[in-house]
T-cell receptor, first 115, second 118 residues
Framework: DTAVSQTPKYLVTQMGNDKSIKCEQNLGHDTMYWYKQDSKKFLKIMFSYNNKELIINETVPNRFSPKSPDKAHLNLHINSLELGDSAVYFC??????????????FGPGTRLLVL | AQKVTQAQTEISVVEKEDVTLDCVYE???????LFWYKQPPSGELVFLIR??????QNEISGRYSWNFQKSTSSFNFTITASQVVDSAVYFC???????????????FGKGTKLSVIP
């Protein structure tokens, strides 16, 4: 009964390719996120999204785009992959309830290696 | 802008020792939320605790305890009688003002790698 799942777990690809990472949550949450963890373990927000609004971190290149077919899914599409895109990408979700109860739950991560 | 500092990059302790992981934060908001997450060697991020800025009560959960002090902007995490299974990277995180899209985006510290030696 995985709450937040991501596929694939590992992704190895060549520079210049286009790839997608899928994320699904079965928690009934309204908001989903993508975070990037670099080689030094630093975690940084990339996107926040619900079915009405997308918030993009200003440092994210426009080669990255989130796509949401429905409320339970937020996929990450990456165009023209670069070496610097190699990282672990985490999906997360949280309920749109009162902020006092706002907690994000993370998927297992996708390790992307660009050669 | 909000900021989270975890000054301890790596800590090693011998099993059964107590260990405290430090977290200092900066924010201009009066209402904010603090978190600790654990990332074991397997790589997933596990939620441990959430603390709201208006609730300064300390919390204990088994061998884990958290000390929240607004006066020093700190939210420290103590593991009592550490075990090998506690070996992981621990992240402190902060969310403050509403970020839009129904979200309160997390700002993470750089993490503290804890190694518990048998």
């Amino acid at each position: 009964d995985t709450a937040v799942s991501q596929t694939p777990k590992y992704l190895v690809t060549q520079m210049g390719n286009d790839k997608s990472i899928k994320c699904e949550q079965n928690l009934g949450h309204d908001t989903m996120y993508w975070y990037k963890q670099d080689s030094k373990k630093f975690l940084k927000i990339m996107f926040s999204y619900n079915n009405k609004e997308l918030i993009i971190n200003e440092t994210v290149p426009n080669r990255f785009s989130p796509k949401s077919p429905d409320k339970a899914h937020l996929n990450l599409h990456i165009n023209s992959l670069e070496l610097g895109d190699s990282a672990v990408y985490f999906c997360a979700s949280s309920p749109l309830t009162s902020p006092a109860r706002e907690t994000q739950y993370f998927g297992p991560g996708t390790r992307l290696l660009v050669l | 802008a909000q900021k989270v500092t975890q000054a301890q990059t790596e800590i090693s302790v011998v099993e059964k020792e107590d260990v405290t992981l430090d977290c200092v934060y900066e924010t201009r908001d009066t209402t904010y939320y603090l978190f600790w997450y654990k990332q074991p060697p397997s790589g997933e991020l596990v939620f441990l605790i959430r603390r709201n800025s208006f609730d300064e009560q300390n919390e204990i959960s088994g061998r884990y305890s958290w000390n929240f002090q607004k006066s020093t902007s700190s939210f420290n995490f103590t593991i009592t009688a550490s075990q090998v299974v506690d070996s992981a990277v621990y992240f402190c995180a902060l969310s403050e003002a509403y970020s839009g899209a129904g979200s309160y985006q997390l700002t993470f510290g750089k993490g503290t790698k804890l190694s518990v030696i048998p």
